[in-house]
C-alpha cells in the first residue's frame, strides 16, 4: 500500500550499506539540510505539512524508520542497542546523501533517537529540536525525575504493554471509531486531541497499517515478570528498545559529548501520548 503525499513532496527509494527505505523531501537540493525523525506507530509521512512549510533555504528529508512505512521488513531492530539501529541508519542515510551536518527534528520515538544522536553524534549536528520526545531515561516504568526504575526488571516498559486488540485492528485496516482500541480511535484521543481532527486522517492511518507487525517488529516479544503488569522487555522492536533497560548511562553521554548541540525542547501540557502519566505508561 503506497501512501499518497501532499504537493511539493518528492518521496524517493534510498538505500544505503544498512537500510533500504522510503524516504520523503522537500525543498531545493541545495538547502541546508533538516532531517525528521517520526514517532512509534507512525512513518515519514506525518511529517508532510512541516516539511513544506519550512522557509525556502531548508531540504527537509524525512525517511521511514526501520519497522515502519516502506522500510525493508527485513530490517530489525535489536532493542539491545537502544536507539542506535535508528541513529546509525540516519547517519547512514545523511552520508548517502552528502550532508555532513544537518538539524535534527524528533517526535516522540524520534526524540529518543534524538537524544541518542546527540550522545553518539554530536559534531553533526547544527541543532535538535526535540517535539514531545520520549525522556532520556526512556519511555515507561520510571517513577522520578532522574529516571529511577519502578521495578528492578524494568517490568512497566517495552513491547509486552502495547494492547493485542489494538495490534489486531492494525493488521485488519480497521477504520471505525467504535472502540478505544480502534486506530481511529486511539489517535483521536490520544494524539490528535479533541476536537481537532487533521484534513488528511485517511493518509496517516494508512501510514499507521504500514507499521511492520510481528514479535521482532511491533509490539516485539515480551518476557515474564513476578513484578505488576507481569511482563518485562524483550529484546527486539522499537518499542523494546525504547525502554529504560537499554538506556545505560545515556544522559552521562549527552552531558559529555562536544560539541555542544542547541536544543530546542517542545512539550504539550495536554499532551496525553508522552507525559508523566500517559496511558501507555502503566508503570508510572
Known amino acids: 500500500m503506497k501512501v499518497a503525499t501532499i504537493p511539493g513532496i518528492t518521496a524517493q527509494t534510498v538505500t544505503t550499506g544498512r537500510l533500504a527505505t522510503r524516504v520523503l523531501f522537500a525543498g ?17 509521512t506525518w511529517w508532510e505539512e512541516t516539511l513544506v512549510a519550512l522557509p525556502p533555504k531548508f531540504r527537509a528529508i524525512a525517511p521511514d524508520q526501520r519497522g515502519f512505512g516502506e522500510a525493508d521488513p527485513d530490517k530489525k531492530v535489536d532493542a539491545t542497542r537502544g536507539m542506535m539501529d535508528f541513529v546509525d541508519d540516519a547517519i547512514a542515510l545523511m552520508d548517502h546523501l552528502g550532508h555532513d551536518r544537518f538539524h535534527l527534528v524528533g517526535n516522540s520515538l524520534g526524540g529518543l533517537v534524538a537524544w541518542w544522536m546527540m550522545a553518539a553524534n ?9 517535539a514531545g520526545p520520549g525522556a ?3 519511555f515507561g516504568g520510571t517513577k522520578d525525575e532522574v529516571g529511577t526504575p519502578t521495578n528492578e526488571d524494568f517490568a512497566g ?3 509486552g504493554l502495547i494492547r493485542p486488540d489494538l495490534v489486531k485492528a492494525i493488521l485488519a485496516g480497521d477504520r471505525t471509531t467504535d472502540e478505544f482500541t480502534s486506530p481511529r480511535a486511539v489517535l483521536r484521543l490520544l494524539v490528535w486531541g479533541h476536537p481537532f481532527i487533521p484534513k488528511r486522517e485517511e493518509d496517516l492511518l494508512d501510514a499507521m497499517f504500514q507499521v511492520h507487525i ?9 518476557e515474564p515478570s513476578p513484578n505488576w503488569p507481569y511482563v518485562r522487555p524483550g529484546r527486539w522492536g ?22 555542544k548541540t542547541e ?5 504539550g501540557a495536554e499532551d496525553l501520548a508522552v507525559s508523566n502519566s500517559a496511558a501507555s505508561d502503566p508503570g508510572t
Open 214 to 222: 510481528g514479535d521482532w517488529d511491533l509490539p516485539g516479544d515480551k
Open 157 to 159: 516498559s517495552g513491547g
Open 28 to 44: 531545493p537540493d541545495d538547502g541546508v539540510p533538516v532531517l525528521f525523525i517520526h514517532g512509534n506507530f507512525s512513518s515519514a
Open 263 to 267: 536544543v530546542l525542547w517542545i512539550y
Open 136 to 138: 532520556p531515561f526512556g
Open 238 to 259: 522499537a518499542t523494546n528498545a525504547m525502554s529504560p533497560k537499554y538506556v545505560g548511562n545515556l544522559v552521562d553521554r549527552i552531558l559529555a559529548a562536544e560539541p
Open 122 to 130: 554530536p559534531g553533526r549536528l547544527l541543532s535538535v529540536t526535540l
